[in-house]
């Protein structure tokens, strides 16, 4: 699939609306998204154009807590938060399941450790040492009122970004983000994410600093459910949906949530 060039600076019409942004450019001066210069209106704006970009070729995100509003390259803004764009294709050769594995694997303590320490236990329960690997896809829609309300009251301070990219998953490693440099990759989680928006309907919604947030359609609707997702979100970030530590919590937090949250250290 051939994808659409990065819009040029100046104003773009979005939503009935003409406004103005300009190119975020890497370091290395390449552009890789387009952004407005000011705050727009947030998720009922960013769901319309989703809904327009599988004939744009550009996939849509809301950029928080930047503040760009002057030229220069997007490292000036981001700082160490952003490199250079990564070539997606080798996302295609990703396995998300040993993606998680690895994850998992570095975070869990020797099964000896675990058996000395409850807390730790806990922690892990109902796994333990083992990854249990990817979790079922869930099949059925959350109410889509209740996806109605979340868009609409989705009024965070965030600028809109144009990328173009051939599906939600691929904006990180399009726009070379590095929030999570220290343990992961943009295209290893793009591989992840991939995988959520085939199993779950996860889509990128929003991207800052040292965090992103997904809007998801089909989020886990019983408890017993959310178990093995919950596994893969803990693998996944070095904080998962604004605290929870242990897997159990992380259950409880994205059940019937359309909204799943991640933060790297």
């Not at 030229?71 to 764009?85: H, K, T």
């Not at 396995?95 to 998992?104: F, Y």
């Not at 301070?157 to 999570?180: C, K």
Request: glycine residues 10%; aromatic residues 10%.
């Amino acid at each position: 699939m051939s994808l659409s060039a990065v819009p040029g600076d100046g104003e773009m019409k979005l939503c009935g609306r003409r406004t103005p942004g300009r190119q975020l450019r890497a370091a290395s001066g390449l552009p890789v998204a387009w952004v407005s210069d000011k705050a727009v209106g947030g998720g009922l704006t960013w769901a319309e154009l989703a809904e327009r970009s599988a004939g744009s070729g550009l996939q849509p995100f809301l950029l928080y807590g930047v503040g760009f509003d002057a030229a220069g390259p997007l490292s000036e803004r981001f700082g160490e938060q952003v490199g250079e764009p990564e070539d997606t294709t080798a996302i295609d050769r990703m396995d998300a399941a040993q993606v998680l594995q690895r994850w998992w694997d570095a975070q869990v303590p020797g099964e000896d450790e675990l058996a000395e320490d409850d807390k730790l236990r806990l922690m892990f329960t109902p796994f333990f040492a083992r990854f249990p690997g990817l979790a079922p896809t869930v099949e059925e829609e959350l109410d889509p009122e209740l996806m109605r309300r979340a868009l609409v009251q989705y009024t965070r301070h965030a600028q809109i970004g144009l990328v173009p990219a051939a599906r939600p998953a691929d904006i990180l490693p399009r726009i070379g983000w590095a929030g999570a440099s220290n343990h992961r990759t943009a295209s290893q989680l793009a591989a992840v994410l991939r995988s959520w928006e085939d199993r779950f309907g996860a889509r990128l919604l929003e991207v800052g600093y040292e965090d992103i947030r997904l809007l998801v359609s089909r989020p886990p609707q019983t408890l017993k459910a959310a178990f093995e997702i919950a596994a893969e979100h803990f693998a996944f970030a070095d904080e998962a949906h604004k605290g929870p530590h242990y897997v159990g919590e992380i259950a409880r937090v994205i059940e019937n949530n359309p909204f799943w949250d991640f933060w790297s250290d």
